[in-house]
């Protein structure tokens, strides 16, 4: 390993002052609310990486503020990160103005999923509160710490509303919806019980709750400082919109519009690139589709189980960051700079839990059954993931206030429930306790579904997801119309199936989960083409698109025609921008040590992942050179590395070449991150 130049360690004082320590062991021996360790890796390393948490004497006295003082050290370090999130992705997550939506459906959606988070953190201050609705309301007092931490350093030309940092934790939730207003926006008429809330005095009294420190609503003791120190924080958002006199909603959209855009929010100066016509269009098509969302793989080997996810994403996306939060427990994830929780989803925790998701987006689903007086995922996961025990507590902690957005297949391992005395692949039945294997399937409306899936490992080792339901409902809902889609037969399902019935490592599943040999995989056939390069529209006869790594900027250029899949093949700026991959047999050993939340346990934390950002890419078999990381066995053709000048419109931040290597996370306080070319 090549360890990378160190970062630094901060601690977020009393006062909301946030300042730079020498050494970890000085940590404890100030008053501070929260500290972290941050390095700034990204430019050499593909990542910077966030270790961060509250103070645990704090954490244990008063959770919310706690959390709170947590997101605003977060929300201040990674400041410059966010900003560059934003600039690159933000046109992705709200709907394109240019067409033609129903401004009601939009907004008043958003208002209400707002609104019934809010009611949950109201309700969380009641002596007979659940546990339940105390964390949904801690985490959502760690997203308002962040964007007052964020908005505390933000140069004036890079301040943030709440609404645009909110699309960025909220964000996959909010693309779920835009992409079902888009197809369905016709159809689609809100239930009585739905228009009823807007404007409603029970919704609207809660508003005050999110306005400025003259309220109540925000932590006192931060607002304390705020009244005798203006000069603390300059927050603008916030105190723009309360001067003139709107709470903490979404901008109404005006008058005859069609949609919010990201810039539509009072108190922002961000000013955001303009998008092409081609960009638009691109844009529009990927999300009348609904594309696939992430691959991952979970397979028990002769004495370990190896845990590997590759996210499916616009290559805006590729601004990463990995975090680690000390909290009641440890929990240690793949990331993006402003969100809150994983959002890939990539997630270890100390108590033995390795989460994982793929969407599952091609149900095309019904409005109808989205319910906007609900909680959005990142809040749900968030909150099921710090109080379950096991995978059968964490199902209903996580569908319970079902949204119906971001619909998903979820895994959850449960390493207490692992019997590492009992080597060997032929003693799977006693290695393997039940609970080991949780499937939580989310639908919008009743029709979620989860189950203990010990039994499939057992039988056959491995699980891996397509973004296709794992329980037989589910497959019903879906409306294939070829093989290209079907869970069992498309070319994903064939090259997991092929790579994970032979792995034996974490080499092996890493290997499989960056697979993508187009040209002569023949299980990446275009299905109405003939395979011999003989249709001269087919050329080439396989697409890159549907490998396990997509990589649908090398898919088809425009005007070639492959029949009725030349609408999901076309070439655009998107594909399996990283992989992460883990070894879960060391979770049996993340037990804490000293205080909950104390530098002494933050310092035994021992959880690593290794991480790698950008799509797949290598050189040919016969070059030595090493174009890039990845190096299928058998592999005859380059395939190149992707280069940001070929994205439309330039970002900010990113290389010239995603060609980065492997690197190793670890979740200790002080142990450093390093790369490592080869796993």
Known sequence: MTPLSPGSYFILTPSFVVTEVSDYNLIEKVDHRASGYYEKSFDVAGWDVLKIGPSASLLSSDPSEAYFAHGYLEGYLTQKMIAQLFYNAGNEFYLDPEQSIDTWTYYEYHRNFLDYLIDLGNSSQRPTASPRERAIHNWLQMFLGLVEGYNAVAPDDETLSWWQLYSIVCQQDMKALDSGFRT????????????????????????????????????????????????????????????????????????????????????????????????????????????????????????DVIMAHTTWEEYTYMTRIHKTYYLERTITFSAYPGTIHSSDDFILTSNGFAITETTNEWNKVDMVLCNPLSTLVPFRVNAATILADGGADWAPLFLANNSGTDNADWIVIDMKKYNATAAGVHRLDSRLLDGFAFMVEQWPGDL?????????????????????????RGQKTIPFSNSWDDCWTSGRAVIASRALENAENLSDVAAAMRLNDYLHDPALLIPECSGDGGLGACQPDNSPVNAIACRADLGLAPGVDVGSMTATLFASNFGGIDCKVASLVQLIGSSRTGPPNSIAQRLASNITSYVMNGPSCYSSQEDDAG???????????????????????????????????????????AEKTGTIRNL
């Open 448 to 472: 979620s579904l989860f189950d203990d899936i010990t039994g499939h490992f057992r039988r056959s080792t491995f699980v891996y997801s397509n973004n296709c339901p794992y329980f037989v």
């Open 627 to 669: 174009e890039g990381p990845d190096a299928p066995f058998g592999q005859r053709s380059p395939l190149p590395c992707l280069a940001t000048s070929s994205l439309d419109p330039p970002y900010r931040g990113l290389p010239d070449v995603y060609s980065f290597p492997w690197v190793r996370v670890n979740s200790g306080l």
């Open 184 to 303: 369905q926006q016709k159809s689609f008429q809100p239930s009585l019980e739905q228009r009823s809330m807007v404007g409603s005095d029970k919704y609207r009294a809660l508003k005050p709750v999110f306005r400025d420190c003259r309220d109540s609503g925000l932590k006192t003791s931060y607002c304390a400082r705020r009244r005798s120190d203006p000069n603390l924080a300059r927050h603008h958002n916030m105190r723009a919109q309360n001067e003139a006199g709107s709470s903490l909603s979404p901008p109404s959209p005006p008058s005859g519009s069609a949609a919010l855009s990201p810039n539509a929010s009072a108190g922002s100066n961000f000013s955001m690139p303009t998008l092409s016509p081609a960009r638009k269009q691109r844009q529009r098509k990927q999300a009348a589709l609904l594309v696939d969302h992430c691959s991952f793989m979970v397979k028990v080997t002769d004495d």
